[in-house]
């Protein structure tokens, strides 16, 4: 008898194990940026890192109403053209006092940025430089021009092909061996000027502040792979360790872009109804098995 019971014991936990890979295979992708990408391209890990108690994920514009004084907004990698309604809710967000991160290059966030009146420009042209982490002239090293959030106490950072900036107050800034690749071909021509140029900006807008980072990709997982050596962790430490609330933009943003059976347990996740409703079929479905155990 305790021969077989061991057995039943074996056989349920293989399954268990067997339904947690299924699972895990099940609602993950390839896309870039995905929340739900495990892979280098992803943001999984920023994600995994968010303290659920301290981070809303906004759905809708409606929710940042509530919003006053001391709360973060993050907005990675906007995809498509901001509507009236999420333009007015940046703005109100703003005039109450909060602060918003936009990190885009060649995405929407100039667009986001002109609409709520910002000074800050993100610049066409992809930002190479002499001074580098790897062979490729685009993985520049940047480095602090102030000591103020979200690089407080931040060494020099390693990007990905950011985009240059104007205006606002330069937060982070490419060494003087740096220029504007213009016609793509990774190296520096006549026409081409060597100097200093911003990727990461803030400005005061009303009674709020924004931030501009001008490479999406220092969220993705192969950027905070890096080591202790940059200061990447660093930055992204400082934003979801914020005072306040930390807010994720996922109105807008290709962070939350899913597929397949990721895309239906996004919707469980994120739907409050549906998760108590699939929960209470869990609840109920254990209890049938309990009790046919039992009988």
Not at 27 to 33: G, K, P
Request: charged share 20%; aromatic share 8%; glycine share 6%.
């Amino acid at each position: 008898m305790k021969i077989i019971k061991a057995a039943y014991w074996i056989v349920g936990i293989v399954l268990l194990m067997a339904a947690l890979i299924l699972a895990t295979h099940l609602t993950s992708n390839n896309l870039d940026f995905s929340q739900y990408n495990p892979d280098w391209n992803g943001t999984s890990r920023f994600f995994s890192d968010l303290d659920r108690h301290h981070t809303v994920m906004v759905q809708d514009s409606a929710q940042l109403a509530s919003y006053r004084n001391n709360a973060l907004l993050l907005i990675i990698a906007p995809e498509r053209s901001p509507t009236g309604a999420e333009i007015t809710a940046y703005q109100g967000f703003l005039d109450r006092g909060n602060t918003i991160v936009l990190a885009d290059d060649f995405g929407t966030g100039r667009e986001i940025l002109q609409k709520i009146r910002s000074r800050i420009t993100i610049l066409d042209g992809n930002l190479s430089s002499i001074d580098r982490e790897y062979a490729d002239p685009y993985t520049i090293v940047v480095y602090p021009a102030v000591n103020t959030s979200p690089v407080e106490n931040c060494g020099a950072l390693v990007m990905d092909r950011p985009a240059p900036l104007d205006g606002g107050e330069p937060l982070v800034m490419t060494s003087i061996l740096s220029w504007v690749d213009t016609n793509g071909d990774r190296r520096i021509n006549a026409n081409e000027v060597m100097g200093e140029f911003p990727v990461i900006s803030a400005e005061n807008i009303s009674r709020g502040r924004i931030v501009v980072i001008s490479d999406p990709s220092i969220f993705i997982n192969s950027m905070q792979d890096l080591g202790d050596r940059w200061g990447n962790h660093c930055l992204l430490n400082n934003l979801i360790r914020y005072n306040g609330t930390v807010l994720v933009d996922q109105m807008n943003s290709r962070t939350r872009d899913a597929e397949g059976m990721s895309g239906i347990f996004h919707v469980l996740r994120t739907q409050f109804i549906v998760e108590v409703l699939f929960f209470g079929f869990l609840v109920l479905a254990a209890a049938w098995a309990w009790r046919e155990k039992i009988l």
